[in-house]
């Protein structure tokens, strides 16, 4: 499930549960809304992601590329989604927050 927030002007795409095959066209639908609607930073907040797959980590890759620089990836610090970031490298294309007030605020 996929909701859009805001946080001080900065569209947050907060993800709650899997992001996969099935699930990635949404995916790619509320970010690709959010970069219509924003010149500045996007904020895609996995911390509550439970599953994320090869599939995410391309729309990942591909939203970096439409947007170089204003793509910035909530990720908690420990547990699977971290996991699938530092495997898949993610974090050296991304910028990688751990928190959305670390992503809003400081980055």
């Not at 899997?18 to 809304?33: G, K, L, V």
């Not at 530092?86 to 990688?96: A, E, H, P, Y």
Request: glycine content about 8%; some cysteine.
């Amino acid at each position: 499930m996929y909701s859009l927030e805001d946080r001080n002007g900065t569209p947050i795409v907060r993800v709650r549960g899997e992001i996969d095959m099935t699930s990635a066209a949404d995916f790619r639908s509320a970010i690709a809304n959010t970069i219509e609607r924003t010149k500045g930073r996007i904020v895609v907040a996995l911390d509550e992601c439970t599953y994320f797959d090869s599939t995410a980590v391309g729309i990942l890759v591909g939203t970096q590329k439409k947007i170089p620089g204003r793509l910035v990836v909530v990720v908690p610090e420990h547990g699977v989604v971290r996991k699938i970031i530092d495997i898949s490298g993610l974090g050296r294309i991304v910028t990688v927050a751990h928190s959305i007030d670390e992503a809003v605020t400081e980055i």
